[in-house]
């Protein structure tokens, strides 16, 4: 898996693809793979100022993409679950009856979880940008069968405002700063 990274970043060297990279970048570190876009999107802008609002929207829409990925992968693990269901009844296979008496009449550990996604909705979705959860909440809008184009409407205002406030912030910060920061790792690759 090392590997492979390590040549996925190779080909999408920044200052050799640029946009491309960001998009590709955003989208893969929106599904469930444990990837940030953040440095890409920053380093890139750092290298091209001019570039900030398209590099944003580029980087938005990768992300959002790779969000309803997600979704859709919800939506299908649901489907091959109720399938699933569907021809143990048929079959008369009662696993699910001695499932429920292990648990010993106690909820499901995410049921609480769903019903929160339930009660707000699509609405949730505007954390999808967070790591850890954010992933994990858009396919659980699809297995959950939100709305689509709702969920696609609050994933991509919240991938949105954490670009502009993750590299304004960034881009706020004094630009010796990070020349200190990357001190150490120049003499290393020096």
Request: glycine residues 12%; hydrophobic residues 55%; positive net charge.
């Amino acid at each position: 898996m090392e590997h492979f990274i390590n040549w996925l970043f190779g080909v999408l060297a920044l200052p050799k693809v640029g946009l491309p990279a960001v998009f590709l970048i955003s989208l893969v570190s929106a599904t469930l793979l444990p990837m940030g876009s953040e440095p890409a999107v920053f380093g890139y802008v750092k290298l091209n100022p001019e570039m900030l609002w398209p590099t944003i929207v580029v980087a938005t829409l990768g992300n959002t993409i790779g969000g309803m990925i997600d979704w859709w992968m919800g939506y299908g693990a649901k489907l091959a679950v109720v399938r699933l269901r569907e021809r143990r009844r048929l079959h008369g296979a009662g696993a699910g009856a001695a499932y429920r008496a292990r648990r010993n009449g106690q909820p499901a550990l995410g049921a609480k979880y769903f019903a929160w996604m339930r009660r707000y909705g699509p609405a949730t979705l505007l954390l999808s940008w967070l790591p850890v959860i954010g992933d994990p909440l858009c396919t659980l809008a699809g297995w959950l069968r939100l709305p689509w184009g709702a969920c696609l409407l609050y994933m991509a205002i919240g991938k949105l405002l954490r670009y502009l406030a993750v590299t304004g912030l960034l881009l706020w910060v004094p630009d010796s700063f990070w020349s200190g920061i990357l001190a150490p790792l120049r003499a290393l690759a020096g």
